[in-house]
């Protein structure tokens, strides 16, 4: 890797409040044949929750969120000699509005995050009250969820992404809508 930004045309982020729908549209575009990165933050949950960790929000949310970027760079890197379309279910700029989340400043997010650079467009799944549930790594309240997402987008902005706002229509739409644009 050298020194610099490094940047992947090549790389969507799909983002947004959690719980409006992106796991089942990452799903979808696998299906279609589409190379897919899972969340950084789930596999982190699942992982320490496994072996009672500390990287947990309600543990170490500071640990938590620097798990997830080194997951997240870790992606990144490894995906890097892939030339057709990749998709990620969030991307190294989420882990800067997990901290902000969690009430502390997060520099080396925002290095990592001008450092390692995804297509500019971003694909954004705002809150969606009618699909929003918890389940035993998500459990935020749907405002929570919400809120999440206004922070989420205010740290895409700031950060120079185009955000793509996804439509309130079906999982095969919406994946046809992504497709589109690719």
Wanted: charged share 25%; proline share 4%; glycine share 8%.
């Amino acid at each position: 890797m050298g020194v610099g930004n490094m940047i992947s045309e090549n790389f969507f982020i799909l983002s947004g409040a959690p719980g409006s729908g992106k796991s089942t549209l990452l799903q979808n575009l696998k299906t279609e044949g589409f190379r897919v990165v899972p969340e950084p933050a789930r596999q982190v949950l699942s992982e320490q929750r496994s072996i009672d960790g500390n990287g947990l929000p309600e543990k170490d949310a500071r640990l938590f969120v620097e798990l997830m970027l080194s997951r997240a760079i870790y992606e990144f890197d490894r995906s890097d000699a892939e030339k057709a379309p990749v998709f990620f279910d969030r991307g190294i700029p989420d882990t800067v509005a997990y901290a902000a989340h969690f009430g502390f400043d997060y520099s080396q997010g925002q290095n990592a995050a001008e450092k390692y650079r995804y297509n500019s467009r971003v694909f954004f799944a705002p809150a969606w009250e009618q699909i929003y549930t918890c389940d035993d790594e998500r459990r935020m309240s749907f405002e929570a969820a919400r809120q999440f997402g206004v922070e989420l987008r205010s740290v895409y902005q700031q950060a120079g992404y185009e955000l793509i706002e996804l439509p309130f229509l079906s999982a095969a739409e919406r994946t046809q809508f992504i497709i589109e644009l690719v």
